[in-house]
């Protein structure tokens, strides 16, 4: 069974920073495109950033370029948001998320709550 | 980026009714691309649909997916009251459309 646990939320002023961490299992991690989803109180889900099997491909949204910064440790099959110069508009709950068969996703963690205030 | 659009942003129907829900793209995509999640309060989305048209696995064959080019709907044939829920359309794993909220009338 694929699971997803994230970590590292919580409230920062505007300008922080914070490292979000998921840790994975049930799956062979290392093979996976990873991603991580935003979804600001009430409002609906934002495809933040995605990441490759080996970390060599690497997109993001158009927002977070320059202050966000996607990773992966496939020895501790885990993945990373770090994130800086954080703003009001970057809180969200902020899910880790595994693809499946044509770019769908398929499992979804069950988030961690940033609050920029 | 491709920006997804839904529409409607709300629609009110009835158990037994059927839904049409749309997603607009501003440009053209391959239908291969093309996925359809639902999302309960409290709760983290569910894929229901990839490839514009195949379901995903469990998913009840009330729910189908067509469209091809900019056009793609997910139409629900006859609604259960489990079935009134948020949906999102998502375009190669990335960009997502707005969201249509899908509530009892």
């Known amino acids: 069974e694929v699971q997803l646990v994230e970590s590292g939320g919580g409230l920062v002023q505007p300008g922080g920073s914070l490292r979000l961490s998921c840790a994975a299992s049930g799956f062979t991690f290392s093979t996976y495109w990873m991603a991580w989803v935003r979804q600001a109180p009430g409002k609906g889900l934002e495809w933040v950033a995605n990441?490759?099997?080996?970390?060599?491909?690497?997109h993001y949204v158009g927002s977070v370029k320059g202050r966000f910064t996607i990773s992966r440790d496939n020895a501790k099959t885990s993945l990373y948001l770090q994130m800086s110069n954080l703003r009001a508009d970057d809180t969200a709950v902020y899910y880790c998320?595994?693809?499946?068969?044509?770019?769908?996703?398929?499992?979804w963690g069950q988030g961690t709550l940033v609050t920029v205030s | 980026e491709i920006v997804l659009t839904q529409s409607p942003g709300t629609l009110s129907l009835s158990p037994g009714e059927r839904a049409a829900l749309s997603c607009r793209a501003s440009q053209t995509f391959s239908s291969s691309q093309l996925a359809w999640y639902q999302q309960k309060p409290g709760q983290t989305p569910r894929l229901l649909i990839y490839g514009a048209s195949t379901r995903a696995t469990g998913i009840p064959d009330r729910f189908s997916g067509s469209g091809s080019g900019t056009d793609f709907t997910l139409t629900i044939s006859r609604l259960e009251p489990e079935d009134f829920a948020v949906y999102y359309c998502?375009?190669?794993?990335?960009?997502f459309g707005q969201g249509t909220k899908l509530e009892i009338k």
């Open positions: 998320a595994t693809y499946g068969v044509m770019a769908a996703i398929t499992d």
């Open positions: 998502q375009h190669h794993g990335s960009s």
């Open positions: 990441m490759n099997g080996d970390g060599s491909e690497i």
